[in-house]
């Protein structure tokens, strides 16, 4: 790819950050929300936030979720992305006002889609979620949230109230200036199909996950 020349033979500074693109009215199931597209300039993925309401700057109820194709789009039991998803977009909805940023480039806790799909199939040989991935030489979790910091900051959100029972989310919002008020557990009643990965996540990846508790009987 050549790279752009000015006028007068200077290349001009490349951005870096996140640089808001588009607005665009998105009516959905849940209600109507504003769709404000971003490119990040660091990274070169195309990330969405999804705003309901007026934002307001300190305490604004805030979901940063990653993205999950298999439990997004097609309903997959395997994890508990999809319920999640639609719970933040309710729970936005039911607050009067919320921001959920989709976060692209975090399938499998960033490692890619076909890699989340092979560390599936080796889930289902008995590997747990953690094994899996590094079994395939990849990081338990890879994901960078500098953008959805970036994203919040360009919203003129100083403070969230997180959507989410990763304690990693918190810190790495912190890390950014990003304020976190309170962390809002975002409970999925777990089925047979996801248990094992469920509890995985809380012994191994110390995702506050209580409910888990009164499900003993799930194999
Ligand atoms: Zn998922």
Redesign the pocket.
Known sequence: MTEKVGVLGKKPPRRTGVERVVNAPLPTVYGTFQAIGYLDHDRGDEQVALVYGDLGTDGVLTRLHSE?L??DAFG?QH?E?GDQLVSALRAVVAEGAGVVVYLRGHEGRGIGLLAKLRAMALQAEGLDTVEANLALGLPVDARDYGAAAGILQDLGIRSVRLLSNNPRKREALVRHGIQVAEQVPLLIPPCENNITYLRTKRERLDHHLPHLDAVAHLS
């Open positions: 999950c298999t439990g997959s994890c992305c």
